[in-house]
């Protein structure tokens, strides 16, 4: 019970975790929930009620097409959080097994998986996505399996790094010595060292996503119309901006709010576990 009751009081003296716990149960909920309180249809087509401003019937108003702008940013929420958190899932599924064998095996393994995190590395992740995205073509699958193909490498990286520093230690020394298998030895000793920086790494990348996710589809090679993501919701929104601001501005704040929640979560998390391993992150 000791042990529950600092854990509490630290995360209670931590605003930036408590904000950002905050926003992400809202974001979540709407995420889940969200679509109990849609009343229209997002893909529901207008024309006499088109531009209009909010009112008891359409919360946020209606979009160039007359669809329900309230709708359309519930449905987009559902959108670009779960595929921001379906393709960091899989960069870290792919990127952490990799840095675990690549660190504790180390050899001609270790090199050979180096030279290609390096290689990919080498570009810019943005312009290495944007390449990518257009070789695969404008669709949302394609565009996370380009952000997964840019994202993965960083956790290897981070991964091989921290096991390069934990496998001289006494305890994992005194595994290998005790003829542990090296699954036990990483179920048991690695990833729970490792574990605290790809959490807090993940949390802050969820909102760097959601960035790359609205970005491509602002630019054309994301979502396509008329899928209700936010970024596409912007750029359809662009031509009706000194007409009708709110069309752009409704989609923005959405975005800015939810990168800002994973930055506060991911800062408040960073926070949290240096206090307990009483060391600087990473």
Not at 96 to 106: E, T
Not at 211 to 231: D, N, R, T, V
């Amino acid at each position: 019970m000791e042990t529950i009751k600092i854990k509490t009081s630290t995360l209670l003296q931590n605003p930036n975790m408590l904000v950002g716990m905050v926003l992400a149960v809202v974001l979540f909920g709407i995420t889940i929930f969200g679509e109990v309180f849609v009343v229209h249809d997002p893909f529901q087509i207008d024309m006499n009620n088109r531009l209009n401003g909010a009112s008891p019937i359409n919360w946020l108003g209606t979009d160039q097409l007359g669809r329900d702008v309230f709708s359309r940013i519930i449905y987009g929420a559902k959108l670009t959080i779960g595929l921001s958190l379906l393709a960091i899932i899989l960069a870290v599924g792919i990127g952490v097994p990799i840095g675990l064998v690549s660190g504790y095996i180390g050899g001609k393994l270790d090199a050979i998986l180096m030279r290609i995190v390096d290689g990919i590395l080498s570009f810019p992740d943005f312009i290495l996505a944007i390449v990518i995205a257009g070789m695969l073509g404008p669709n949302l699958t394609n565009l996370i399996i380009a952000i997964v193909i840019v994202r993965w490498i960083v956790y290897a990286r981070i991964v091989r790094g921290l096991v390069l520093g934990e496998k001289e230690k006494e305890y994992v020394l005194v595994s290998k010595i005790s003829n542990s298998s090296f699954l036990k030895t990483v179920r048991m000793h690695l990833l729970p060292h490792v574990m605290p920086d790809i959490i807090v790494m993940a949390a802050i990348d969820i909102g760097k996503v959601i960035l790359l996710i609205s970005a491509f589809s602002y630019i054309g090679l994301g979502a396509q119309p008329p899928i209700p993501e936010w970024g596409a919701m912007l750029n359809d929104a662009r031509g009706y901006f000194q007409v009708h601001p709110f069309l752009m501005i409704f989609p923005g704040v959405a975005i800015v709010l939810t990168v800002l929640c994973f930055n506060l979560l991911g800062d408040g998390l960073k926070s949290y576990f240096d206090i307990r391993k009483g060391r600087g992150f990473m």
